[in-house]
């Protein structure tokens, strides 16, 4: 099956279990309510499109590229992103990404926004300057992750040892040093 070249297409209520999406560039689309489950993304790239209220869960991720590519209310569990080449450039809001992994990603200044991500992956990612805004990051792994400039002020729920990473210039909120001295054992009133 031959790639395609998409441009300027909106898709609604597409159902890609009863028909088949095609590997292939994607550039301006937008999916509104489309249900992409356990569908391969493989080899295909999504520049400047936007998933409104999209089930994206279990989708295959081989060197998929997302580049300023915009994920609003969707549903995306258990996602594995690699990094490559293409590169990875996008922002999550209102955004389930529970068991996923970032695993030696590059998402530098990628925006989290009102997202639940739970027991999430982002060991030896770099993640300079992130955002975490209103994130749930229970469970979540940090470790040999570069952290810096990053804007943990309003996430919660997040433990990990600031020795194990990259923190320098990192913003916290005073709520949230519990989630940085846990390895202490100490209680904090």
Known sequence: ??????????????????????????ENCVFNNCDFSAHDFSFSQFVECVFNNCNLSLVKLSRTAFRETKFIGCKMLGLVFESN?????????NCT???????????????????QLLE????????TGVVFNQCDLSGTKFENTNLEKADFRTAFNY???????????????????????????IEIE
């Open 97 to 115: 990404l529970n068991h996923s992994s970032f695993f030696h990603t590059k998402i530098a200044k990628a925006i989290f926004e009102n997202s």
């Open 159 to 185: 433990s990990f040892d600031p020795e194990l990473n990259r923190v320098k210039h990192a913003k916290f909120s005073h709520d949230g040093l519990a989630g940085l001295l846990g390895k202490y054992n």
């Open 120 to 127: 999430v992956d982002f060991a030896g990612c770099n993640a």
């Open 85 to 93: 080449k293409l590169g990875l450039s996008f922002s999550f809001h």
């Open 1 to 26: 099956m031959e790639d395609v070249s998409v441009v300027d297409k909106t898709y609604n209520e597409n159902d890609f279990a009863k028909t088949s999406f095609q590997q292939g560039e994607y």
